[in-house]
Structures are given as structure tokens and as C-alpha cells.
């Protein structure tokens, strides 16, 4: 078997994984409009969703036109990186619980976590896929891949995570105008 359809094989498996964590995030985001939920800054959602669909794309292309050769030097160092990534995302999914989804919903009454990874940073899932992202198109040496989406990625989280504070602050200042 080659390198590259074995690599085609576990961008196959992402694929599975991310539409399993839509399938629970929709489930999760009704759950929190049905708890009085609110979502805030929809607008760069549909971005975030062809940036992750990019990558992927990106990186078969990239393997299979360019004709990229596997590099166990390159490999190895970045599956340790991609699975520091994935459990950094899966300790946020379990932590989060119903309140982790894809897109900013904010219930009344609800603070920002502090327990777990969130005691010594506030984006660990961010972190998570940073290092996914960056680390998992070199699994099979896809570099302009990786460079690219992880600058594209930077961009949109830097833009994400601003409107995520903004959405917490603002909200919270707005929960207790009401409150007192």
C-alpha cells in the first residue's frame, strides 16, 4: 500500500471525526437555545467551515498532484503534535460538555469555564486544532498546506476568539445590568 492512499485513509478518518463532532454540536446548540441560548457573530461561521474543508482538500491535492514523499523525520515529530491536538479538543469537547459547539452560543446565568485546561488558558480547543492544522497535512510532508492554512487559520482566530470575549463581556455586562 502506498504512503499516500495511507495518508488519504486518515485524512478519511478526520473526515469521519469532524462530521461526528457537527452531528454533536447541532444536538448541543439546540439544547442550549432550548435552555434560553443565544448565538452571537454568525457571520464568519460559514468561513471557518470552507477553511476547514479547504484544508482537507488542500492537503490531498497536495500529496497526490504534487506528488509529496513521506518523510519519517517529518512524520514522526508531527503525530506526536497532532495528537497533543486531538486530545487538547477532546478535553475540551468532555469538559464543555452540551455547552461545547462550532459556533458562539451563550446561555443566561452561564460563566465562563475555569476547571480543567480552562484553569491555565482560556481557548485550549483552539490550541487543539492550531496544532491539527499546522501539523497534520506534514504527516505526509503536504508543507505548502501547512503553511498556508495554518497563516488562513491565524487570521480566523484571531478574528473568532476576539468576537468570542466580546460576546462574553458584553453579555455578561448586559446579564447583570438585569440582575441587579
Same mark, same amino acid.
Given at each position: 500500500? $502506498? $504512503?499516500?492512499?495511507?495518508?488519504?485513509? %486518515?485524512?478519511?478518518?478526520?473526515?469521519?471525526?469532524?462530521?461526528?463532532?457537527?452531528?454533536?454540536?447541532?444536538?448541543?446548540?439546540?439544547?442550549?437555545?432550548?435552555?434560553?441560548?443565544?448565538?452571537?457573530? *454568525?457571520?464568519?461561521? *460559514?468561513?471557518? +467551515? =470552507?477553511?476547514? $474543508?479547504?484544508?482537507?482538500? $488542500?492537503?490531498?491535492?497536495? +500529496?497526490? /498532484?504534487?506528488?509529496?514523499? %513521506?518523510?519519517?523525520?517529518?512524520?514522526?515529530?508531527?503525530?506526536?503534535?497532532?495528537?497533543?491536538?486531538?486530545?487538547?479538543?477532546?478535553? =475540551?469537547?468532555?469538559?464543555?460538555?452540551?455547552?461545547?459547539?462550532?459556533? @458562539?452560543?451563550? +446561555? *443566561?446565568?452561564?460563566?465562563?469555564?475555569?476547571?480543567?485546561?480552562?484553569?491555565? %488558558?482560556?481557548?485550549?480547543?483552539?490550541?487543539?486544532?492550531?496544532?491539527?492544522? =499546522? %501539523?497534520?497535512?506534514?504527516?505526509?510532508?503536504? /508543507?505548502?498546506?501547512?503553511?498556508?492554512?495554518? @497563516?488562513?487559520?491565524?487570521?480566523?482566530?484571531?478574528?473568532? @476568539?476576539?468576537?468570542?470575549?466580546? =460576546?462574553?463581556?458584553?453579555?455578561?455586562?448586559?446579564?447583570?445590568?438585569?440582575?441587579?
Amino acid at each position: 500500500m $502506498s $504512503s499516500a492512499l495511507l495518508f488519504s485513509g %486518515f485524512v478519511g478518518l478526520l473526515v469521519l471525526q469532524r462530521f461526528w463532532e457537527l452531528k454533536r454540536s447541532q444536538q448541543n446548540i439546540k439544547i442550549l437555545l432550548e435552555s434560553g441560548g443565544e448565538e452571537f457573530f *454568525p457571520r464568519h461561521y *460559514p468561513v471557518m +467551515v =470552507a477553511l476547514h $474543508s479547504g484544508w482537507i482538500l $488542500s492537503m490531498l491535492l497536495e +500529496v497526490w /498532484i504534487l506528488d509529496r514523499e %513521506f518523510s519519517w523525520q517529518l512524520a514522526g515529530p508531527s503525530m506526536i503534535l497532532v495528537i497533543i491536538g486531538q486530545g487538547l479538543r477532546y478535553h =475540551a469537547i468532555l469538559t464543555l460538555g452540551t455547552h461545547w459547539n462550532t459556533k @458562539i452560543v451563550l +446561555v *443566561p446565568g452561564k460563566e465562563a469555564l475555569r476547571s480543567g485546561l480552562y484553569r491555565y %488558558f482560556r481557548h485550549p480547543n483552539y490550541l487543539g486544532v492550531v496544532l491539527e492544522i =499546522a %501539523f497534520f497535512p506534514l504527516l505526509h510532508s503536504a /508543507i505548502w498546506t501547512s503553511i498556508f492554512f495554518s @497563516i488562513a487559520n491565524a487570521m480566523l482566530l484571531f478574528h473568532r @476568539i476576539r468576537c468570542e470575549e466580546k =460576546a462574553l463581556t458584553d453579555y455578561c455586562a448586559y446579564q447583570q445590568v438585569f440582575e441587579d
